[in-house]
Nanobody, 129 residues
Framework: QVQLVESGGGLVQAGGSLRLSCAASGRTVSFLHMGWFRQAPGKEREFVAAIHRSGGSTFYADSLKGRFTISRDNAKNTVFLQMNSLKADDTAVYFC??????????????????????WGQGTQVTVPS
């Protein structure tokens, strides 16, 4: 069993930055594909970013490329999401997720929330308009 705990959310002005953290326990993140999703009020959960368990590949929602960066620190068993130039549209609850698949993955797979086996409780990010 894998437990995921997100932190780092909060209130930030438009144009500001935040770094979210996702601490994993129960299994090292180097064995897991890790992803970030978000859900705004009244909207469906959407893919934000993901990182292959090898750390060699990262994946981003097209609309967020260039502003968000996913990274991983295996020594701390933690995954990060650096968010820059934040906008009001980025306001959402951000969820960390883990996938234990050992098979081949592609963009379609890694961006689908149904691919993930474990989820954190989420952390709120608010960017006032």
């Amino acid at each position: 069993q894998v437990q995921l705990v997100e932190s780092g959310g909060g209130l930030v002005q438009a144009g500001g930055s935040l770094r979210l953290s996702c601490a994993a326990s129960g299994r090292t993140v180097s064995f897991l594909h890790m992803g970030w999703f978000r859900q705004a009020p009244g909207k469906e959960r959407e893919f934000v970013a993901a990182i292959h368990r090898s750390g060699g590949s990262t994946f981003y929602a097209d609309s967020l490329k260039g502003r968000f960066t996913i990274s991983r620190d295996n020594a701390k068993n933690t995954v990060f999401l650096q968010m820059n130039s934040l906008k009001a549209d980025d306001t959402a609850v951000y969820f960390c997720a883990a996938d234990r698949s050992l098979g081949y993955i592609d963009y379609q797979y890694i961006t689908d929330s149904r691919s993930y086996d474990y989820w954190g409780q989420g952390t709120q990010v608010t960017v006032p308009s």
